[in-house]
């Protein structure tokens, strides 16, 4: 089982989609902490992490 999982893993990295899909979710994770009022650290003028924990399943979904 470690060994699909494993030629899987590689092959999806080895693969223009996987670096596509990690870029749009860290630059929608960034947006969302840092840019958008709504949910931006900045606004609060403490790290909190519960921007990620809260919106980044539905970035990743997307």
Known sequence: M?????K??????????AYMV???FLTGIGLLMWVFPDT???????ADMDTLF???PYVFIF
């Open 40 to 46: 931006s650290v900045l606004e609060y003028g403490f």
């Open 22 to 24: 990690i870029g749009v």
């Open 54 to 56: 809260s919106m980044g």
């Open 2 to 6: 470690i060994q699909v999982f494993a």
């Open 8 to 17: 899987e893993f590689n092959s999806f990295l080895n693969s223009l989609i």
